[in-house]
């Protein structure tokens, strides 16, 4: 990731470091722990509030990386998933994802409300459903409903598919409580 420094936001600022620390942020939202995405998350979406706007949507574009190296089905990895679905949710909550890059989102939030990986005897994909209800539920409340109309027939269909259906008490939970 390449910061660069448009405008001075502080003079104390050594953008090298803040490079580092938010390049160890997103390498962390790849790592299989709750409590690692979580966190790494919640301190990119803390370090993007502070930042310009402009520089703040260079995170979003490197989440957008993590989405699109991460979806495809055949070297799906649901725990990078679940990071971004998470940091997702975060900057949107602040108002620091921009409306106009929502649609680049929607359709890897349309597979990963449905993400079921069958591993044998079991599955997984709860807890990326989980993120992606959590990240439908922070666009409905930090964005407006004529920014979020294009998109809510595509994302109310699936959450009503999710409270319905998902066997995961959590999940049909987080699905009713976004609907």
Excluded at 33 to 52: C, E, F, H, P, Y
Excluded at 93 to 107: N, Q, T
């Amino acid at each position: 990731m390449q910061i660069t420094e448009e405008e001075p936001l502080d003079e104390d600022i050594d953008f090298e470091k803040l490079e580092q620390i938010i390049d160890i942020l997103l390498n962390a939202l790849e790592e299989p722990d709750t409590l690692i995405w979580l966190n790494s998350s919640q301190g990119l979406g803390k370090i993007a509030g502070r930042l310009t706007l402009d520089l703040a949507n260079i995170i979003v574009e490197k989440i957008h990386e993590l989405f699109e190296k991460n979806s495809n089905q055949s070297s799906l990895q649901a725990d990078a998933l679940q990071g971004g679905c998470l940091a997702l949710a975060e900057l949107s909550r602040r108002g620091l994802l921009l409306p106009d890059k929502i649609g680049e989102f929607v359709p890897y939030l349309e597979k990963a409300l449905v993400l079921d990986i069958n591993l044998g005897n079991h599955s997984e994909g709860a807890h990326v459903r989980d993120a992606a209800c959590y990240v439908v539920w922070a666009f409905a409340r930090a964005y407006s409903p004529d920014i979020m109309k294009p998109f809510v027939s595509v994302l109310s269909t699936n959450l009503i598919l999710v409270s319905l259906f998902d066997w995961e008490v959590n999940c049909w939970r987080a699905a009713s409580a976004t609907f």
